[in-house]
């Protein structure tokens, strides 16, 4: 999830001073920035985000610690994490309507790579190659940049996995939230 590659920086970087988007799960606040924006809604997902944007809306800035440590649970099994971006991407559309100044083309991107990722073989048999190339490559650099930074090759071939499935699930939620019920 912090590769440039996948979803990583999409959320701010070191150098985003003042408009980081933190997550609950990592991210400290002052008293004073609690209580004038009212602290978390009653969302289930996204209520960090809302909290974010609401933190902004009223002037206070969010910034990314580097050298800030921080430890927390991960989902355990990879059914879980589907679940886990299935209502993430789920609860991006209502976010992208309460707050529209923030809504990315970005955050189609899950949505468009698992379309595209579905056509590809459709596209090798009427022999148009370039889709699945493209994935190829776009699998191989992924492997690579895993391989690289966390010098496990198990890690590296599970990337590939975890990425399918965060854009999946993060694909589908996002779908549904546009066209579905909340």
């Known amino acids: 999830m912090t590769s440039f590659l996948t979803t990583g920086g999409i959320r701010g970087s070191k150098n985003s001073i003042g408009r980081f988007q933190p997550r609950s799960f990592n991210f400290g606040i002052s008293r004073w920035a609690f209580k004038i924006t009212g602290g978390f809604s009653d969302m289930?997902?996204?209520?960090?985000?809302?909290?974010?944007?609401?933190?902004?809306?009223?002037?206070f800035h969010t910034q990314f610690i580097e050298d800030a440590f921080v430890y927390h649970k991960r989902r355990t099994t990879l059914k879980q994490f589907f679940r886990q971006t299935f209502l993430f991407g789920n609860t991006r559309p209502l976010l992208n309507r309460k707050y529209p100044d923030t809504a990315k083309i970005t955050y189609w991107f899950p949505t468009l790579f698992i379309?595209?990722?579905?056509?590809?073989?459709?596209?090798?048999?009427?022999?148009?190659?370039?889709?699945?190339?493209?994935?190829?490559?776009?699998?191989?650099?992924?492997?690579?940049?895993?391989?690289?930074?966390?010098?496990?090759?198990?890690?590296?071939?599970?990337?590939?996995?975890?990425?399918?499935?965060?854009?999946?699930g993060y694909g589908l939620g996002f779908l549904k939230g546009l066209f579905g019920a909340n």
């Open 115 to 168: 379309m595209f990722f579905v056509a590809s073989p459709v596209c090798l048999f009427f022999g148009f190659n370039l889709p699945a190339g493209l994935f190829v490559i776009y699998f191989v650099a992924l492997f690579l940049d895993s391989l690289l930074k966390n010098k496990n090759i198990s890690v590296a071939a599970i990337s590939i996995v975890t990425t399918l499935i965060q854009f999946t």
């Open 44 to 59: 289930k997902i996204g209520e960090d985000i809302d909290l974010t944007f609401r933190l902004w809306e009223n002037n």
